[in-house]
């Protein structure tokens, strides 16, 4: 157990669990998109991290995908309770005819990544994939599966590796889950 900042929690993902899966993750995403001219979306800003790493991979499959980012906005009364989305910072180019890939650190209640799909969707790539680190199932709304998928999770409280509590524990090399126990 591990104490940061009064806050309490245990390793879930080793830093170096994290370093294989993505590598099997890129080679799978290698070899599915064939050749073809790949365009990445991150989804700000949680998947920064898992997306600079999966990023850097691609160089070993002689990959050179284009990279843009989206910040999608919930609004009304809040995401898990209005469940309305809104693009807030959009891509500027043109992804029509590209072999499109959707990365996001956490499909949660998949809310977030549907909207992204369908709105993409409209722009008339040649396809559209999602890749998430972590996929809680537990907690889906809809039918909303990602293509790639790091590590599926309890339905748990997750920091690090681009995760946070209150913009907090972003930086962590690894995924904590938050205890419950009160800090003494
Ligand atoms: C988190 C996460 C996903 C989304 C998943 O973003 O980064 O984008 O929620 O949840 P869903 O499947 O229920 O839609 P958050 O709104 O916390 O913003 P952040 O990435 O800036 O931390």
């Given at each position: 157990m591990k104490t940061i900042k009064g806050m309490k929690f245990e390793t879930l993902i080793s830093e170096n669990d994290i370093a294989t899966r993505v590598k099997e993750l890129v080679k799978e995403i290698a070899e599915d998109s064939d050749g073809k001219e790949i365009f990445v979306i991150g989804i700000l800003k949680g998947s920064f991290i898992f997306l600079s790493d999966l990023l850097r991979l691609f160089n070993v499959h002689n990959i050179h995908p284009s990279l843009d980012f989206i910040t999608v906005e919930s609004y009304g009364s809040g995401k898990t309770s209005s469940g309305k989305l809104k693009m807030l910072r959009d891509i500027t180019t043109d992804i029509e005819n590209k072999w499109v890939l959707i990365v996001d650190d956490i499909l949660d209640t998949g809310r977030t990544l549907a909207f992204a799909k369908e709105y993409f969707l409209k722009k008339k790539p040649a396809s559209i994939k999602t890749c998430v680190?972590?996929?809680?199932?537990?907690?889906?709304?809809?039918e909303f599966k990602a293509d790639y998928v790091g590590f599926e999770v309890p339905d748990k409280f997750v920091v690090g590796y681009g995760m946070d509590y209150d913009n907090l524990f972003?930086?962590?090399p690894y995924v904590g889950v938050l205890s419950d126990e009160e800090d003494t």
């Open positions: 680190f972590l996929d809680k199932p537990e907690r889906r709304v809809n972003r930086e962590l």
